[in-house]
């Protein structure tokens, strides 16, 4: 069953005058896309003007999106001066964002950095991992870590040095470890509410405004194999 967010069950991790930042859902979309679904982005303006009576638009910008199965911790900006900041923070590689994965079959190490060079297809919307640059693609890395052993699955600490389309999902692939219910990164059948073990699980970053150093924590999804972490 898929639980989508709205104004009154929104998981809220940190809220302040410059920014708002939201534990994720599987059925959230960030933004507005071609299914016409609302986005969690409309969803956060509605909590916002509920909650301080705000008459007319409620100014809001997408500073960063997750893929829709995925889970966990997305930052808004509630000005244009938390939003630049932002965007520059985010594009200039000034977070630390940790992700958890769970996965079918064990790495081939305990921890290690796998660089790839991903290749994006628009027309069914995935990218390819290549060992060596092929035309068009991007170089991507990450570190990862295996933090705990599961009845038949692994989770992974995971540590991004890039933020390219679907990096986690098509690297943890090409080392023949599919993330669980992954089906377009070759999991073999899908979870009940069409996510994926795939969770934003921290953030570390500066305060657009205040400029202290925020470190931010989302709860994982409330099913067997999270909770056993």
Excluded at 33 to 53: F, H, Q, R
Excluded at 64 to 71: A, Q, S
Excluded at 171 to 178: F, N, V
Excluded at 200 to 209: E, G, M, N, S, T
Aim: some cysteine.
């Amino acid at each position: 069953m898929k639980i989508v967010s709205t104004k009154d069950n929104l998981q809220i991790l940190h809220e302040d005058n410059h920014i708002i930042v939201v534990n994720k859902r599987v059925g959230d979309i960030v933004q507005g896309d071609k299914t016409g679904d609302k986005p969690l982005s409309e969803v956060v303006k509605e909590y916002i003007k509920a909650k301080y009576n705000k008459p007319g638009e409620v100014f809001l910008g997408v500073v960063h999106r997750l893929d829709r199965p995925t889970t966990g911790i997305v930052v808004f900006a509630r000005t244009s001066k938390a939003l630049e900041r932002l965007n520059a923070m985010f594009s200039n590689r000034e977070t630390q964002k940790t992700y958890w994965a769970v996965v079918k079959n064990k790495p081939p190490k305990t921890s290690d950095t796998l660089v790839h060079f991903l290749k994006r297809n628009e027309k069914n919307n995935t990218s390819k991992a290549h060992l060596k640059e092929v035309p068009e693609s991007k170089k991507a890395s990450l570190d990862y870590t295996i933090i705990k052993e599961l009845n038949n699955y692994f989770a992974l600490e995971i540590n991004l040095h890039t933020g390219r389309h679907h990096q986690i999902r098509a690297q943890l692939q090409a080392i023949g470890c599919p993330i669980k219910g992954d089906l377009k990164y070759g999991f073999d059948r899908s979870n009940p509410d069409g996510g994926i073990h795939l969770h934003a699980r921290k953030l570390v970053f500066i305060h657009p405004v205040s400029k202290e150093n925020m470190e931010i924590v989302a709860a994982t999804p409330n099913d067997v194999i999270w909770n056993a972490l």
